[in-house]
């Protein structure tokens, strides 16, 4: 009999959270064998995040959820209203209570139904997901899509987000997932209630080569069962016909979350549109994926054929043919351009970027340029030396390999299996 697995990165639109997980799972069906299945996945997702999984494969089981609280347009409307934007504590609740949809479903039934022998859900619903297991007793493992402190666990920030709310809020949700009354919303409650998460798995979709050492090799490294893995590119089918006109292309993107700081990367975009004037940068295509809050900006260059303007791109298809890029530092793209060997320089824009930026660096395997006091001449210097330094290229080959063998031998699959298998 087929193992059943249900799957929720994210209930944000955040694709960086998404395409990882949706990696992995790609891996795991394509074990299915003819006529014989050893996999069946389900993917939770709200009606704005369905489209991130049926554009890549639209025969991928899909269950909607919250459709009343997180809609199609709900990021967009966030950005301009954040005062509508909804609590995380309403959808837990509706979690711990069982239900998902308000008004033609419930996650009891959903469970019943499918009976799940594992849940794999992402770092940024840790509570959601140790809510699903006290309430059903449902196996799971958490995926965690960026670097974190070794700190930084998922018992942490989900114990962090149970005392934050009221001590009746925090009792009502223990309470309903238990189905009990024993948890009271105090701090020795709420660890107990968590406690599970101390001991679960923990995949971690990048080698550990690009962290920080002191991340998984000293006395404050991650626990036993925090486990780098391989870095999960999803690769998504393409018909791009990359323009061999021009010796150089550069490719350029503020990722997927570019309405997060959309002044930032638009001074980014602006001066890449001023280097390309610049004598050394004759013989340079650039390509530039900024979103469509900043498309209408750059409609001067919409015919240029030394600059390629899109509102969103096939980004793994961009890479595979670029000679370098500029990109802000979010570490799914970081690790495309490390998987396809791009020399690439980083201006980080705010999160977690400069971290990750310095992680690079560290390997001497990209470059680093400050969005302050930026000029398309040092844009254009950091650009030709990243193609050109052969300390870098050779540090981004060495890890280009321990990313390609690892992406071919994934340890995620084996520690899945494991985890079903109950070993």
Same mark, same amino acid.
């Given at each position: ?76 409307? =966030? ?10 504590? *309403? ?64 018992? =942490? !920030? ?61 006395? *404050? ?45 638009? !001074? ?17 295509? =650039? ?21 390629? =303007?899109? #509102?969103?791109?096939? #980004? !793994? ?45 560290? &390997? ?10 930026? !000029? ?40 899945? &299996? ?6």
């Amino acid at each position: 009999m087929a193992k059943r697995i249900l799957v929720l990165p994210d209930i944000n639109y955040e694709p960086g959270h998404w395409r990882p997980v949706m990696a992995m799972m790609k891996k795991l069906l394509n074990l299915n064998e003819e006529g014989s299945e050893l996999y069946q996945i389900k993917f939770l997702c709200t009606p704005e995040c369905e489209p991130i999984i049926k554009n890549y494969n639209p025969d991928w089981d899909t269950e909607i959820i919250f459709p009343e609280l997180y809609d199609v347009g709900y990021t967009s409307l =966030i950005f301009e209203k954040p005062e509508e934007g909804h609590s995380k504590i *309403n959808h837990c609740l509706r979690i711990a209570e069982g239900s998902i949809n308000k008004t033609d479903g419930s996650l009891d039934n959903l469970v019943n139904e499918y009976n799940p022998d594992l849940l794999i859900a992402g770092f940024f619903v840790s509570a959601e997901a140790l809510l699903i297991y006290h309430r059903y007793n449902i196996p799971f493992i958490i995926v965690t899509t960026f670097l974190r402190h070794p700190n930084e666990t998922p018992a =942490i !920030t989900s114990l962090r987000f149970l005392v934050f709310h009221d001590q009746e809020i925090s009792s009502r949700l223990m309470n309903s997932a238990t189905r009990s009354n024993s948890y009271n919303g105090s701090l020795t409650s709420i660890k107990e209630f968590t406690e599970p998460l101390n001991d679960i798995t923990e995949l971690v979709t990048c080698p550990k080569e690009l962290d920080h050492p002191e991340y998984y090799d000293s006395e *404050n490294a991650h626990r036993e069962k925090t486990i780098y893995v391989e870095p999960s590119i999803l690769i998504e089918p393409s018909d791009y016909v990359p323009d061999d006109t021009f010796l150089y292309k550069t490719y350029s993107s503020a990722g997927s979350r570019v309405m997060d700081y959309v002044e930032s990367a638009k !001074t980014l975009f602006l001066k890449m549109k001023e280097m390309i004037r610049r004598a050394e940068c004759k013989n340079r295509k =650039i390509q530039l994926a900024v979103g469509y809050k900043l498309k209408s900006q750059f409609k001067e260059f919409e015919n240029n054929e030394r600059m390629e =303007i899109v #509102q969103w791109a096939n #980004q !793994t298809a961009m890479l595979e043919h670029a000679t370098s890029a500029v990109i802000h530092g979010g570490l799914a793209t970081i690790k495309e351009c490390v998987f396809f060997g791009v020399p690439h320089v980083i201006v980080p824009f705010g999160k977690d970027q400069m971290d990750n930026a310095l992680r690079v660096v560290n &390997q001497n395997a990209g470059a680093l340029v400050l969005l302050d006091n930026l !000029t398309e001449e040092k844009l254009s210097k950091a650009i030709i030396d990243a193609e050109n330094n052969p300390d870098l290229k050779e540090n981004l080959q060495k890890l280009q390999k321990i990313f390609v063998d690892e992406e071919n031998e994934p340890k995620s699959i084996q520690i899945i &299996q494991d985890v079903l298998n109950g070993s």
